[in-house]
């Protein structure tokens, strides 16, 4: 799947709120508030939490903010996250930020809502926190650097030593993933948050390549993952979480 640039919301209008359901569009469900989920369209931690709201079934409300617009800095929003960051959820007066956390809290909180997050099987389970924590720890920040020279920059010209590095990185640390995946999904013949966590970051390569289609970064998708990818985009919720400001093409 492609996508137009730029990755992030960052000039979109601060005003939007824009009630999502998995299952009604409603915000009140026996006499409970919905989750409120606040995010950023086009932010790959957001969009894990999104996938996994929308796998679990649980209803929500989407609080769509703009980081140019300030949103993120505002008090209202630092005091859900001090450190003004998406994603973050508030649930019947309980805030909550760092995308993993929040799927735990939800995976448990609504532990008979929709289709678990994890495996039931205990090293399976722990395999895949290993993997959501690797896509954070080693996947992230080449990527992020890449987005920085070369969507996010505003002045001088991009840093080539420092994107080949990035590249580097990104290529060995995608091979690791493709030779760890172990069926139609990371951990088996169901996706997982392990999926919900590398999927948007290998999302964010096709966005790089709308920009910059001579540097080819979806090259770097190993075969398997360029097949895996498909199958996450063939998940019957998946359209739903696609970041509304990459749909307009
Ligand atoms: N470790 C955090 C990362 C959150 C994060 O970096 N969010 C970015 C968007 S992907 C953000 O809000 N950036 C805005 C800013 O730093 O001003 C998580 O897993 O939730």
């Known amino acids: 799947m492609r996508y137009a640039y730029p990755p ?49 079934r649980i209803d929500y409300e989407m609080v769509l903010l703009s980081a140019d617009g300030g949103d993120l800095k505002q008090p209202g929003f630092l005091a859900i996250n001090p450190r003004g960051k998406v994603p973050a959820i508030s ?14 809290y939800l995976d448990e909180r609504y532990a008979d809502s929709g289709a678990g997050l994890w495996p039931g099987n205990l090293c399976d389970r722990a395999t895949g ?13 080449p990527l992020r650097r890449l987005v920085e020279e070369l969507l996010f920059r505003r002045e001088g010209i991009p840093d080539e030593a420092a994107i080949s590095s990035a590249r580097e990185a990104l290529a060995s640390e995608l091979n690791l993933f493709a030779q760890a995946a172990v069926g139609d999904f990371l951990l088996g013949h169901e996706p997982s948050l392990a999926d919900f966590a590398l999927y948007p970051m290998t999302a964010l390569l096709d966005r790089l390549d709308l920009r910059h289609p001579q540097r080819a970064f979806s090259g770097l998708m190993p075969e ?15 359209q739903k979480t696609v970041p509304p400001h990459w749909r307009a093409g």
Not at 91 to 104: F, H, K, P, V
Request: net charge positive; glycine share 8%.
């Open 8 to 56: 992030y919301n960052r000039a979109a209008s601060s005003a939007g709120v824009t009630k999502r359901s998995a299952s009604a569009n409603t915000l009140f469900i026996g006499g409970i508030m919905a989750i409120k989920f606040y995010y950023l369209s086009g932010s790959p931690f957001g969009w894990k939490v999104w996938l996994a709201l929308e796998r679990k």
């Open 224 to 238: 398997p993952l360029k097949s895996w990818s498909g199958r996450v985009e063939a998940l019957s919720y998946f």
């Open 129 to 141: 926190r290993r993997m959501e924590s690797e896509v954070g720890a080693y996947i992230y920040p």
């Open 91 to 104: 649930d019947d007066g309980y805030n909550l930020y760092e995308s993993s956390a929040i799927c735990e």
